[in-house]
């Protein structure tokens, strides 16, 4: 069982950064592939960055690629999300999620775990 708790959303403006970050509890957070998703109103969840196990593999959509990282600390069982130049469609609630799978799953349904959320507003 893994329990995720999601923190440093907020209010940003157009250009600046922050950095979320997800706590999690339980044994086999080190053994999880471990992603941020996305939803804004009206809109689907979207996945946005995910992370290997080891933290040796990293992808991104297209739309954050070069703007977002995600990093992990297993020892802190923590991963994180520094996002830079954000622009109003970065705006959505940002939500963390746990896969016991050796691979980067793109589609929820391949998500045991999920966090509660933060939200993220760009104001332009």
């Known amino acids: 069982q893994v329990q995720l708790v999601e923190s440093g959303g907020g209010l940003v403006q157009a250009g600046g950064s922050l950095r979320l970050s997800c706590a999690a509890s339980g044994r086999t957070f080190s053994s999880c592939a471990m992603s941020w998703f996305r939803q804004a109103p009206g809109n689907e969840r979207e996945f946005v960055a995910g992370i290997s196990w080891t933290g040796a593999r990293t992808y991104y959509a297209e739309s954050v690629k070069g703007r977002f990282t995600i990093s992990r600390d297993n020892a802190k069982n923590t991963v994180y999300l520094q996002m830079n130049s954000l622009n109003s469609e970065d705006t959505a609630v940002y939500y963390c999620?746990?896969?016991?799978?050796?691979?980067?799953?793109?589609?929820?349904?391949?998500?045991?775990?999920w966090g509660q959320g933060t939200q993220v507003t760009v104001s332009s």
């Open positions: 999620a746990a896969a016991r799978s050796t691979v980067i799953p793109m589609s929820t349904k391949f998500y045991d775990y």
